[in-house]
């Protein structure tokens, strides 16, 4: 009996040093994890002040240097090019949102042709060209006015 009560008081020892061992661990992750936060705490705040700096540049930078007039209007220019058939009409009147370019199953854009579009509350405008397809005319370049 001696024996037994000594093997439960050896059990019981050994439990409890394993929950103290336990508790050690967890209160060691605790404050390691509690590290961590403080570490990611101060590296976003460097963060959100490097971000408030930068903004603030632009903005000196902006009224310092206003933007020159010539960026007030644009026109941009976009090629379409590709094999006879592919869709080129299609996707100018796609992107356009009005049939304006003739589709057919045959050929029938017979020369460069623009199509003009407005850009909304600005002075831009945005001028598409449809270029003849590859086989739609022999190999000749096209004049430097559609390239």
């Keep these: 009996m001696a024996a037994a009560q000594a093997e439960e008081r050896r059990f019981q ?3 409890q040093r394993i929950k103290a061992q336990a508790e050690e661990d967890r209160r060691k992750r605790d404050t390691e994890h509690k590290k961590n936060q403080e570490e990611l705490a101060k590296i976003e705040r ?13 903005r ?15 026109n941009i220019n976009i090629g379409v090019t590709g094999l006879t058939g592919v869709g080129k009409s299609s996707v100018i009147n796609r992107y356009l ?30 001028s598409t060209f449809l270029v003849l397809g590859l086989l739609d005319s022999p190999v000749t370049p096209i004049s430097n006015r559609w390239v």
């Excluded at 460097?46 to 632009?58: G, K, S």
């Excluded at 310092?64 to 960026?71: A, F, G, Q």
């Excluded at 909304?120 to 945005?126: D, G, V």
Aim: proline share 7%.
């Design 46 to 58: 460097a963060r959100a002040e490097n971000m408030r700096r930068a903004e603030e540049q632009q």
């Design 60 to 74: 000196q930078i902006a009224t310092e240097w206003p933007k020159p007039s010539y960026l007030n209007t644009c």
């Design 97 to 126: 949102g009005k049939k304006l370019a003739r589709t057919d199953v045959t050929e029938c854009t017979m020369e460069p042709t623009p199509f003009m579009m407005a850009v909304r509350e600005s002075n831009w405008s945005l």
């Design 13 to 15: 020892a050994e439990q």
